[in-house]
């Protein structure tokens, strides 16, 4: 089972940015995806941003950080999320997961598609 670790999160004024990393304990391959996740305290677990390794490297952002977050691949086995223009509604404890893609070019929405998660890493965001 890969192991996950997330560092990068921490305290900044609104309008700030921060950039989270995800190493894994192992190389992300083909056909595997990466995931950011955030919970709010109060709130389910929604996602955030994934990525396609491999292949295309497509990409995906919810429409609540697009144009603010960006999710990218570093070395092989990290990967980053670039978080700028942060708001308060921003504050969470963010993690990351991967999953096995089912279809080419495509990563799956859900956190039950998920099969590995790192312990997550807080980001607190004041006005």
């Known amino acids: 089972q890969v192991q996950l670790v997330e560092s990068g999160g921490g305290s900044v004024q609104a309008g700030g940015s921060l950039r989270l990393s995800c190493v894994a304990s192992r190389n992300i391959y083909g056909r595997e995806c990466m995931g950011w996740f955030r919970q709010a305290p109060g709130k389910e677990r929604e996602g955030v941003a994934n990525i396609y390794i491999g292949g295309s490297g497509r990409t995906w952002h919810d429409d609540s950080v697009k144009g603010r977050f960006t999710i990218s691949q570093g070395n092989a086995n990290t990967v980053y999320l670039q978080m700028n223009s942060l708001k308060t509604e921003d504050t969470a404890m963010y993690y990351c997961?991967?999953?096995?893609?089912?279809?080419?070019?495509?990563?799956?929405?859900?956190?039950?598609?998920?099969?590995?998660w790192g312990q997550g890493t807080q980001v607190t965001v004041s006005s």
């Open positions: 997961a991967i999953a096995t893609a089912v279809y080419e070019n495509s990563c799956p929405r859900y956190e039950a598609d998920y099969t590995s």
